[in-house]
């Protein structure tokens, strides 16, 4: 009897979860600047996902009495896995957008590896992410959310990173570069916000081959008091820097938290100005906030890049403290 009973009511709570889900899956649909949680509402398309597939199974299980009701619930519960699977599935099992290097080829002499690591300014365990850096020993370092004292902390890099572009700040977008190889033309940009800097710099390989490398920090979408935002406009920084990169005929690396997914609306109009590629598709989430929920997790630190590249490597490496982990990519740069 008291398994019945206890059928009974999580089916009956099955039905408020089903319903929202589905009308969460149906808004996240729906591209709205005077709503800043429509873009919210975009980010969370595994966990969508993940719980409609279980609702589905479980509710079909209890169900007794298939009347319009409970029918419609499962028609909604499939039309809500059906669109999260139609933006997910590209990135497990998709055509690669970036193909993968050949391992066998000039490799060392043609490639770069990238760091790309949101530390949160409020953290203060550096010496953790300085042994990261250590241990993979990426070529260039992207790091965002320093202050003066994260820069500071940094400065121990320069022993072996001899080129650098650093512009810290209290808002959470401060930004700083690190890099063994040559930096050329620096620029620090204000693309949307005269207080949320951006890295534009020519990067020249060992083999003497060069690339303009993007490094970028747009803004939240989520209204704060204390940090810069963009609620009710449009986020134009990452449209300006694709425009960029189709004007520039160097090769191109877009890279940096975008705090974005790479499937919402700015973030395809970026890679489509940019005529640029996302090294995840076809690879899979390789989901990088929030490091420190095991639930709400979603892809916010990105690199996007120009035909020319080809990848080596890949990775979401440990946690830090921060609530991004770190990422690392190795890209090569092909012969025309």
Known sequence: MKKEIFKQSFYYL?????VFLVIASLLSLIYNLSFWYSKILDFPRLQYLTMALFCLIIFV???????FGPILIVFGLLSTVAIQSAFLIPYFYGEKSVLDADPNGEVEINSVGILIANVLITNRRAADFLQLVKQTDPDMILVM???EWWVNELSKLKKSYAHSIE???NNAYGMALYSKLPLENDQIKFLNQDKVPSFHTKVALTSGKVFIFHGVHPVAPMPSDEYPDNVGEEEVALL???KMVARDSLPSIVAGD????????????????GDLNNVRLGRGLFNSFNAKSLVLRWPLDHYFVSKEFSLLELKRLRGFNSDHFPMFCKLVLQDP
């Open 240 to 242: 300006k820097v694709g």
């Open 145 to 147: 959310e320093v202050d």
């Open 167 to 169: 512009y810290p700040l």
């Open 14 to 18: 099955l039905i408020p979860v089903s």
């Open 258 to 273: 975008f705090n974005d997914v790479s499937w919402s609306r700015t973030s395809r109009l970026f890679e489509g100005n």
């Open 61 to 67: 299980s209890l169900n007794k009495k298939w009347s």
